[in-house]
Each structure stands twice: as C-alpha cells, then as structure tokens.
C-alpha cells in the first residue's frame, strides 16, 4: 500500500478511483470521474468471502478503467488505532497483494455519520438510508481523497523545507472529513429553501 502522497507522485494526470467503505457485513463502493472532481456511489457489495470480493472489485475495475482504490481507514475519533483499523488494514493488504493497482487508506472519520446525515437532509426516508449507507460512505471517503489529491500541492508545499517533507498528520486528514461534512449545511439550507418554494426531493 501507498500514501496519497505516493499516488500523486506516480499518476499525475487525473484518473478514475474508486472509494471502499470495508464493513463488516456489508462494503460500501463509490466511484469519481475521471477529473477526480465528484464522487458518487456505486453499489454496496454483501461481505461474504474475501476472493469474492475481489473477483466483485477485478470486475469494477475493468469495466470502468480504474487506476487506483481509496480504502477508509477507520481510526478512533482520537486518531489512536483500533480493533477495527486492524480489520480494515488486514483486508487492504489482501486486496493491495491481489490487485495489481494502488491501494491508499484514508481516514474515515466522520464519513458515516456525513453520509446519514446527508441522506437525512435530502430528505431520504429511513430504511432508503439505511440501505445506501456504505456506499454513500465510501462516496464521502472518495470525495475526501480527492478534494486532497486536489489541494496536495499547496499542502506539500507547506509541510516541505529544503529537501525534506513532513508527513501529513491526522488533524489536516480530519480537516478534510470536515470540509465535507460542512458541505452538507450548504445542501441542508438549499433543500429548506426548496421545500419552502414547494420542491421537495425524494430518494
């Protein structure tokens, strides 16, 4: 597995990704264009055995020339490393060994809870948002990616003195589940609006 960091040094021009929300029941999946500009979901694949997912994921890969997979990486909301990270971590590693293309964790916080909460703000109802939450998940796990690969540049330059960079830590990370989360006010405030002028939108 590699960094984001690692990816963009190898793909500088734009790609297609697709984003992994690893449940332990169910794998959310999402994918972005090729100008990496939006994420949207894809399908939400049941978690049976591990060489099905991977003949699920060789399939999505062909059909829609993927270049790389962005896996959320589940760490506690204190950044300290959990049983479930493990979890995420053992099968990224099977995933990285069984699939010859990037593989790069991004962190997760924050991600579940957005894509709820944006489901709510839209207006889905219950049991539609339950039934769409990995993959909208993993939407917002790939759309963090992204919107970082996008800013990596200016990112790097700060963290860079001489010939030496600095990692990125898990508060500029958690900034960016953030940026994402406080999108969702913005949708929240235009789906009022619209309700108020007799629109309303229905998953």
Known sequence: MITLEEFKKKHSDKCR???????SKRIGVSICDEK?????PLKTIDRNSLNELISELKLIINENDIKGIIIGN????????GRSAQSVKDTSQNIDKSIDL?????DER?????AFNLSSQL????????KKIDENAATFILQGAIDFLSNLPSVLKTSVRGN????????????????????CST??????????SGFSYRG
């Open 164 to 183: 030496t960079s600095t990692e990125i830590n898990n508060a500029q990370l958690l900034f960016f589940s953030i940026a994402i989360v406080l999108s």
């Open 187 to 196: 949708l929240n405030h235009k789906s009022s609006t619209e309700s108020k």
């Open 17 to 23: 990704l697709i984003g992994l929300d690893l449940g």
């Open 102 to 106: 990037p593989v790069c964790l991004w």
């Open 123 to 130: 207006d889905v109802n219950v049991s539609k948002r339950e």
């Open 74 to 81: 589940p760490l506690n909301m204190d950044g300290s490393f």
């Open 110 to 114: 924050l991600s579940t809870v957005g």
């Open 36 to 40: 990496q500009l939006i994420a949207t």
